[in-house]
């Protein structure tokens, strides 16, 4: 094979560039409200592994947020507020870029840049937009459709190699995948590395504690169907005890919680929060019932996220430093974004007189 073509039969990049193609990791959290225990497990709490082995960049994806409305004066508080829960949760600000995404044009350019080369049937296929666009799909905003390729846009722009997330964005990110593929073919060229997921933990999909069935989120209308990072004491033991069960106990094989989706989300959470596989978790309590089980889970939940949500307040209350965290992070990510964006102006033939 030529030299200067990669594995895949394109043309391999620039050597220079071929160690900051290593191992460089982006994510991100929208800041939309009640950051809860599964952005927690399924996110956060996996990235602070990652740090001392990955050059990491996560972000605050405010642009997502827009899909759907915010309210401007919430918007900003809540972008304060998720990057609290990065630092709280143990995020070194020195370590990594942390930054909100709208600080860096650069989104929004390739994001633009890709969605020109991206089908119309690829977009269809995601079940994410089918879900939040509702039945009222004709009504629901471009942005809203076009989220998926911000999202290929958002890891892109830095190439970064492993992205790590909850199993709910495993589609979008095998359509980052697709797109990155679809360039590089374009322009014959190995330009962006192909993004690894990283889908990591006992607690890929938290479920909601109304109903095993569907995950935990933000945009559920009852409070009572998560464990909000800021929750106190008191409201973690009440949500939990009020957590929907069913009449049987624990099993001692974990093999019988197969169709008792809410007992397997709280042994799991449980089993998360205590790093125990589900099984260790059904050892120790089969044959309990769940008042004993939920008092113990509280307890471990409130040990867990008390003192991370307490840092979050803390944080929070100080405007001033949180700020600056998301300045210097910007001017990291912006040198990173704006040399990609001029090699892929160059590779597209965008003249830049
Ligand atoms: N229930 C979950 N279990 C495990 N991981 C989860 N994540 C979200 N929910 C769970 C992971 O958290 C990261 C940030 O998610 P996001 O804010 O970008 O949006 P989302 O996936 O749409 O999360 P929500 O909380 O469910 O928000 P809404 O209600 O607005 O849709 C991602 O890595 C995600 O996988």
Same mark, same amino acid.
């Given at each position: 094979m030529d030299k200067a073509l990669g594995d895949d039969g394109h043309r391999a990049v620039p050597p220079g560039e071929r160690s900051e193609l290593m191992k460089r990791i982006f994510s991100g959290v929208q800041?939309?409200?009640?950051?809860h225990l599964g952005n927690y497990l399924g996110a956060i709490r996996n990235w602070v592994q990652l740090q001392s082995d990955y050059e990491c960049i996560f972000c605050i994806v405010d642009l997502h947020a827009i899909t759907l409305p915010q309210d401007p004066d919430e918007l900003r508080r809540h972008t304060r507020e998720v990057t609290a829960a990065y630092v709280a949760a143990g995020i070194d600000p020195e370590r990594c870029i942390i930054f909100n995404q709208s600080t860096v044009a650069g989104h929004s350019q390739l994001s633009w840049l890709l969605g020109c080369l991206t089908p119309l049937g690829w977009l269809n296929r995601m079940t994410q937009f089918k879900e939040k666009a509702g039945k009222h799909r004709e009504n629901a905003g471009l942005g809203l459709y076009a989220y998926p390729v911000l999202m290929a846009a958002d890891i892109l722009l830095?190439?970064?190699t492993h992205v790590p997330v909850g199993e709910d964005q495993k589609q979008h990110l095998e359509l980052a995948r697709d797109i990155a593929g679809a360039f590089n073919r374009r322009y014959d060229l190995a330009y962006f590395p192909l993004p690894e997921p990283q889908i990591l933990g006992a607690a890929t999909r938290v479920m909601s504690l109304r109903d095993g069935t569907s995950k935990m989120s933000k945009s559920d209308p009852s409070d009572y169907s998560r464990i909000n990072m800021t929750d106190d004491a008191d409201t973690v033991a009440l949500k939990i005890r009020r957590a929907k069960t069913d009449?049987?106990?624990?099993?001692?094989?974990?093999?019988?919680?197969? &169709?008792?989706p809410e007992a397997a989300n709280l042994v799991g959470i449980y089993g998360a929060l205590a790093n125990l596989s589900r099984a260790e978790v059904c050892r120790q309590y089969?044959?309990? &019932?769940?008042a004993d089980f939920k008092k113990d889970l509280s307890d471990l939940a409130v040990s867990v996220m008390g003192p991370i949500g307490a840092e979050m307040q803390r944080l929070v209350s100080e405007p001033g430093y949180v700020d600056d965290i998301l300045r210097r992070g910007a001017e990291r990510a912006n040198e990173i974004a704006e040399r990609h964006i001029k090699e892929v102006h160059d590779i597209i033939g965008l003249l830049r007189p």
């Open positions: 800041p939309t409200g009640n950051l830095y190439k970064a009449p049987e106990p624990i099993p001692e094989d974990v093999e019988a919680l197969e &169709g008792r089969g044959g309990k &019932g769940f």
